[in-house]
């Protein structure tokens, strides 16, 4: 594979955040690499730069290439469940898993999680107005009951949780960082830990939890399009991560749900902290279930609904080898350091898309690119004649 | 999504198969069908602009555009027809009839200079000038026995691409 050259590019504030995408596309050599380039040495003869500059086909190709299948869909595809009721035998035993799953399974586990949120909203009222003079104990109840319903939620899908490594402790200067595959990945991090969580703000019912009773255990909320709410946000990370008293932090630095198999690119914001990052690898087996919360096609009851009706939610956990920022690494550098260290522990396959790019599409810039290339290359041989 | 196999018949698959001279294998044809029913989200029948550029893949390519007016709102069989000049099988005219029909976006059947002129734009963008561009197509016409004002048809663009091979291919990833 041929590595593209490197293109110099303006960069404004906001394009920090990207990665020179080009650096790595996937298909390396199909990226757009002019023609000429290779044949510069032979003499020119007036066919070569006429058939040349009309020659599309590179850029053509590569367009057809995307259109046939590129990694960025890849990313978010869910996994159809390989149907296994295809035979005689097969089938009535198939017939009676559901029939367990759905008329036994799913109505003990609503009845599990309304026990646990009655258990949960009355002693959280209690403590939270109770104990308004007691600031410390109240926290730490709070913190212990934030605790209980995330395991009351864990057990609503049988999750069967193995955890590896150290338990995170409390302490300033430290960030957790985690691979993302669906919302259950902090609720599933959470029943361990209260972890204070960075995460985008959702509307319904979820949002409602998130207003009320999650801002007591220090999440902070923001919503992906509004571009003011980047300072906010970063500013808050700052206050947060400096008080020695609260709550861990946990930040999924992709930014959105991944169907973990393959991890998209991570923010920056996380790793320039100046603090020390704990990777965590989150690695969902599909025996039963697909954990990925594809919410385009999903809203999150329809996503909690559909593992609640499932035999159970494998998976396993990571904490990993605290990571600090080296002498003379930039942040994104750091950031696609520890994206490694997560990849490979959670066998996850490493693409160079912007996550977000599945709400908006990409900049002229990574267009321009390919465009400077190209212009480069005509004028180079325009001057040679 | 169900499995896309089993929604395409062996007559289905057939009938596409027709459609595009028989260049695509019949497993290559049931990856195209999921793919394509992966693209169009909302299950038109139809592939949209803008689902096309939600992929970042193809909305990056600085000919996007131009090829969105030939694929955009295809169906599936015309869809594949349209790859198809991407397949390794594929003769050398199918694959220089397509960059001609790329070339000639107003579809009259001839290239103007303006024609080149523009796809010119497009893959160079803010990066030459127009005069430079001009400059550059003028000198090329020139050395070929064309003049500003002649027209390319497709049978110019076979004696241009004539001796060379055209490295056009696209393989269709079968899982």
Known sequence: MASPRKLPTSSSELDLDRLNIEDYLPFGSSIHEPPGQLRLSVPLSPSFMRRDLLDITPTLTEAAGAIVDDSFTRCFKSNSQEPWNWNVYLFPLWCFGVVVRYLILFPARVLVLTIGWIIFLSSFAIVHFMLKAHD?????????????????????????????????????????????????????????????????????????????????????????????????????????????????????????????????????????????????????????????????????????????????????????????????????????????????????????????????????????????????????????? | MGNASSMLTQYDIEEVQDHCNNLFSQQEIVSLYERFCQLDRNAKGFISADEFLSVPEFAMNPLSQRLLKMVDGLNFKDFVAFLSAFSAKASKQQKIELIFKVYDSDCNGKVSFNDILEVLRDLSGPFMSDEQREQVLVQVLKEAGYTRESYLLLDDFVKVFGNSDLKMEVEVPID
């Open chain 1, 136 to 385: 410390a104990l109240r926290r730490k109840l709070e913190r212990l009951l934030v605790e209980l319903i995330c395991s009351f939620f864990v057990a609503s899908w049988t999750g069967v949780v193995k955890y590896h490594g150290p338990r995170p402790s409390i302490r300033p200067k430290q960030v957790f960082v985690a691979n993302h595959t669906s919302m259950i990945d902090f609720i599933i991090l959470e029943q361990m830990t209260a972890f204070a969580v960075i995460m985008q703000k959702h509307p319904g019912w979820v949002g409602l939890l998130q207003s009320t009773i999650l801002e007591s255990v220090g999440c902070i909320w923001f919503n992906r399009s509004e571009a003011k709410d980047r300072e906010i946000v970063a500013r808050k990370l700052r206050d947060h991560v400096l008080g020695t008293d609260n709550n861990p932090l946990l930040i999924f630095p992709e930014g959105t749900c991944v169907n973990n198999h393959y991890t998209v690119m991570f923010k920056k914001g996380a790793f320039e902290l100046g603090c020390t990052v704990c990777p965590i690898a989150i690695k969902y087996n599909k025996i039963f279930v697909d954990a990925f919360w594809n919410s385009r096609k999903q809203s999150f009851t329809m996503h909690l609904l559909q593992l609640m009706t499932s035999w159970a939610v494998v998976c396993d956990v990571w904490y990993l080898e605290p990571q600090t920022l080296k002498p003379g690494e930039t942040p994104i550098e750091f950031a696609e350091r520890v994206r490694d260290i997560i990849s490979v522990r959670a066998g996850l396959k490493k693409v160079p898309w912007d996550g977000y790019l599945k709400y908006s599409r990409p900049s002229p810039k990574h267009r321009e690119g390919k465009q400077r290339s190209f212009a480069e290359w005509v004028l180079q041989r325009l001057e040679e004649r």
